[in-house]
């Protein structure tokens, strides 16, 4: 399975930005955002499930962004509202080839990762 995200770009505080990443070959398992700002590790945004009845989201994104998938498409896509400075990162997508119950960690599949700077 490879991965490409896609969508990200500079905007400003307050802009919406909405991430894609089409997965090449089939993938029946969950998907994830993850970022990674300058100085920082890797942290997790939000994952959703193959059926796309489960989500999960970091708590400093809930209420701001939206995952969704389109299974039809291999592609997920992440949906980022009322962004701030502090969501200035890296943003990589993931996939994995097995169930886990856990959607924040375990991915075994990334993408390359797209930036993404909000200027204040």
């Known amino acids: 399975v490879q991965l490409q995200a896609s969508g990200g ?7 919406s930005l909405r991430l894609s990443c089409a997965a090449s070959g089939r993938t029946g398992y969950a998907m994830g955002w993850f970022r990674q700002a300058p100085g920082k590790e890797r942290e997790f945004v939000a994952a959703i499930s193959w059926s796309g009845q489960t989500t999960d989201y970091a708590d400093p994104v809930k209420g701001r962004f939206t995952i969704t998938r389109d299974n039809a498409k291999n592609t997920a896509y992440l949906q980022m509202n009322s962004l701030r400075p502090e969501d200035t990162a890296v943003y990589y997508c993931a996939t994995r080839n097995y169930y886990s119950g856990n959607l924040r960690d375990a991915y075994n599949y990334w993408g390359q990762g797209t930036q993404v700077t909000v200027s204040s």
Do not use: A, C, N, R
């Not at 770009?9 to 802009?15: K, L």
């Open 9 to 15: 770009g500079v905007v400003q505080t307050g802009d």
